[in-house]
């Protein structure tokens, strides 16, 4: 029987170890209605500056994962033209001026097809990544992640995007009541409230691991890198 590859990488609160055939890269919401200027996250009254570090950690990973042939998915917040997926008290939220659907400088706010709504360019999709459009916070809330992810024999979640505490986390609940094991990545995932950031990720890697493990996306690159001695092999039967 093939051998499979094993990747172990330093994490809280313990090695987490995964197979790359079986994995996949989950990219959040990094979105310029969340990253830029103009958009729902601003409309919150957030300093969306803040998020903007996770754009050069997550462009490696990215990077990585594509170079071995690692499943990549993105999200993406956003509603129909016509809101009839965005639930009333949704739309309550942000400034009275500036609400979902409301005209800013990237188009209307987090609406699915404007300018404000897609991907930051710097970690633009490829053609064969699949992108999730999703109206709630958790990626697996009325969208076919979970089929999708089924389809390819994804166990294991890398989790990268934004924010820390609300749609990366409500994802990871989401994610770890279906039995995935789900990896976050802290510098690639951001929040506008640095407090809530470093809370949110001791609050997965807590009790053992209660949702997940947390990882410094530099021992995931070491991992995956041969020469830093972080690959194992083991043969193939489980
Ligand atoms: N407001 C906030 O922190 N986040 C969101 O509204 N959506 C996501 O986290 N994507």
């Avoid at 055939?21 to 500056?49: H, K």
């Avoid at 995932?189 to 947390?214: D, E, K, R």
């Amino acid at each position: 029987m093939a051998q499979e590859q094993l990747v172990r990488v330093p994490a809280r609160p313990s090695a987490y170890t995964f197979e790359p055939a079986t994995t996949a890269l989950l990219v959040i919401d990094m979105q310029r209605d969340f990253l830029e200027p103009g958009g729902f996250g601003e409309s919150l009254g957030n300093d969306v500056t803040l998020l903007r570090r996770t754009i050069a950690p997550l462009r490696g990973v990215l990077a990585a994962a594509r170079a071995i042939g690692l499943t990549v998915v993105h999200t993406r917040e956003g509603h129909l033209p016509d809101l009839s997926d965005c639930p009333p008290a949704k739309l309550q939220r942000g400034a009275p001026s500036r609400r979902i659907g409301d005209p800013g400088p990237n188009g209307r706010i987090l609406i699915r097809g404007e300018y404000g709504h897609d991907i930051v360019d710097e970690l633009a999709p490829t053609a064969d990544e699949p992108v999730i459009d999703k109206p709630g916070k958790g990626a697996f809330y009325a969208t076919d992640l979970d089929g999708l992810l089924g389809e390819r024999s994804i166990t294991s979640l890398l989790v990268t995007g934004v924010t820390t505490e609300v749609c990366v986390h409500t994802t990871v609940r989401e994610a770890n009541d279906r039995g995935y094991e789900c990896l976050v990545l802290a510098d690639c995932v951001g929040s506008y409230f640095p407090q809530f950031h470093a809370v949110g990720l001791a609050m997965i890697a807590a009790q053992g691991g209660i949702f997940g493990w947390v990882a410094e996306s530099a021992d995931l690159l070491a991992a995956l890198t041969p020469s830093a001695g972080g690959g194992e092999r083991r043969g193939g039967s489980r």
